[in-house]
């Protein structure tokens, strides 16, 4: 067993809801907080049981609320605190788990204390951000200023886009030339640092099972191996383990080596750090701006390589093995394009076979679970290329594919208008689609301990550029055997004789699959774009 990581996590499958475009409960043009508790029946006749928010919390919303400006209150765009509270209640209730999202690396510049610590006059929140001490000094490679935006004659470091502020928690390596540089135990690093443990205390108190946490690595500035970020999330964990011991923190890191011993119960594999991950899914020219080259692993041409993502994933296996998790994703509000473009209903099968039966924590993203599709659109909120992957949910064939009963032209992004759109009504009718091909998977899932997050997981098959892809999971003496063949064309492959004793039970497997004993060995057959599910003894 895993230490210290709570039970649930074990068995949790996620769903991400983007709030803003999921449902919205009051006609208003945009998803709220009711509008998740109405669905929940939803949400949980898909298995799923942990859902993750994106940010809820008032905000000038010029990063989709990553810009928060209070904390403790949610948007009204969103509904009331009650409606929170009301939310994680009712989740609760159906065996659901509910985690926010934390913003601890920035605020929005309408923060109160920003709006304070940007004041000529020293006040107790003069330190609560990263300031130079002169208007005329420019930005460093690694530390973008902002000059001009304040009272105090000095500038300041932001942490993403202009109007998002970096919170000081010091400097882990410090430049003499620059004595504005704090160090890690000043006192404003100090202040910060209890802020945030106290907002992470309210919202589970409230009855939050814990948090998706933003740029977690981002926080001490100069910090080349993250020693110094490490130790302020070590210190949350410890009074976690203590004070909280069910809940849960995932990290936006992209590097579980680092995430994991710095106390991350999950690290998701991103996009902008981990081109393993990118290439099972996002190449072949579909424009993913971190690596639009070569091919995919799931791709029908059979010219990807499982090896890409195999070393990278191995490399963080073998950090974290017994501490934590590997979070996989089908996609987020960040990644681009969505994971169904271009891509067939047996391709996507075939992922979720993949996602649903590795180990670790998986997360589906709101729309992924029925295909829906990536469409370009002019920014929202600071989406720029990534606005495409966060149109309304598509529930149906009423107006507006069911999201809302404002205007068309009153929504928050536009509903994807083709035609063909696929629809939870059309495939929740549909014995063959995905929609409940994914529901079938999650089950399989949850009802076998070797795929648990933390089962043996052993690549058994995986050689650069051939196929299928084949590995095995394994706990308390139960053993199965995963193989994947995302091409089109039929492979097969000779296991080894010592694999299993005796033919295994097929638990999910296409008629086109097949496995026979031979003398040199196991004889697997897998048919184009398929995979298949095997009990082995
Ligand atoms: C990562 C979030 O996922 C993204 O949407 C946001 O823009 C940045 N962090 C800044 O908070
Ligand atoms: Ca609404």
């Not at 904390?71 to 989740?91: C, H, K, S, W």
């Amino acid at each position: 067993m895993t230490s210290n990581v709570p039970d649930w996590l074990n068995e949790a499958v996620f769903y991400q809801i983007y709030p803003q475009s999921y449902y919205d409960s009051n006609n208003d043009g945009i998803g709220d907080l009711p509008g998740i508790t109405a669905k929940l029946d939803y949400i949980a006749s898909l298995g799923v049981n942990a859902i993750w928010i994106n940010p809820c919390f008032v905000s000038p919303f010029e990063d989709a609320g990553y810009d928060v400006a209070d904390y403790y209150q949610v948007a009204p765009r969103y509904g009331t605190n009650e409606d929170l509270i009301q939310l994680f209640t009712e989740a609760k209730k159906r065996g659901i788990h509910v985690l926010l999202d934390l913003v601890p690396g920035h605020t929005s510049v309408q923060h109160p204390w920003f709006q304070e610590s940007q004041k000529h006059e020293k006040n107790p929140y003069t330190d609560y951000y990263v300031w130079n001490d002169s208007i005329w000094e420019m930005s460093q490679k690694d530390l973008p200023v902002v000059r001009g935006y304040a009272q105090r004659e000095a500038g300041y470091i932001t942490n993403f886009f202009w109007f998002q502020p970096a919170l000081n928690y010091g400097f882990a390596q410090r430049d003499p030339r620059f004595p504005w540089m704090q160090p890690v135990d000043a006192t404003g690093p100090q202040m910060v640092r209890q802020e945030i443990k106290k907002i992470i205390k309210y919202w589970l108190d409230q009855g939050a099972d814990g948090f998706r946490v933003d740029m977690a690595m981002s926080l001490v500035k100069r910090d080349p191996d993250k020693l110094e970020t490490a130790r302020f999330w070590r210190w949350i964990r410890d009074w976690l383990d203590e004070e909280y011991p069910e809940a849960v923190i995932v990290s936006e890191w992209g590097n579980p080596a680092q995430a994991i011993p710095a106390g991350f119960h999950a690290d998701f594999l991103l996009g902008f750090n981990c081109p393993g991950w990118v290439s099972l899914f996002r190449k072949r020219g579909q424009g993913h701006w971190h690596d639009p080259y070569g091919w995919s692993f799931f791709d029908e041409s059979g010219h990807g390589d499982i090896r890409q993502f195999l070393d990278e994933y191995k490399s963080y296996m073998d950090v974290v093995k017994n501490q934590g998790f590997i979070a996989l994703i089908t996609g987020n509000h960040d990644e681009t394009p969505r994971i169904a473009n271009n891509k067939s209903l047996a391709m996507m099968k075939l992922i979720y076979l993949f996602l649903l039966t590795m180990p670790g924590t998986p997360f589906i993203y709101y729309g992924d679970e029925i295909g829906m599709q990536f469409r370009e659109l002019p920014s929202k909120e600071g989406g720029y290329q990534r606005t495409g992957s966060r149109t309304p949910m598509q529930w149906s064939d009423e107006p507006n594919a069911g999201f809302s009963k404002a205007s068309a032209e009153g929504l928050y992004l536009p509903v994807n208008p083709a035609q063909d759109r696929p629809t939870v009504a059309d495939q929740d009718k549909d014995p063959d689609s995905l929609l409940n091909r994914v529901r079938e998977l999650i089950k399989i899932r949850l009802s076998l301990k070797a795929l648990n997050a933390d089962a043996h997981f052993e690549p058994i098959y995986a050689e650069s550029g051939k196929l299928p892809f084949v590995y095995t999971r394994a706990k308390h003496g139960q053993k199965l055997m995963v193989a994947l063949n995302p091409s089109s064309q039929q492979v097969s492959v000779t296991l080894p004789k010592d694999l299993m004793k005796i033919s295994p039970n097929v638990l999910d497997a296409p008629d086109s699959a097949n496995i026979t004993p031979t003398d040199d060995g196991w004889r697997l057959t897998l048919g184009p774009v398929s995979g298949a599910l095997y009990q082995i003894h």
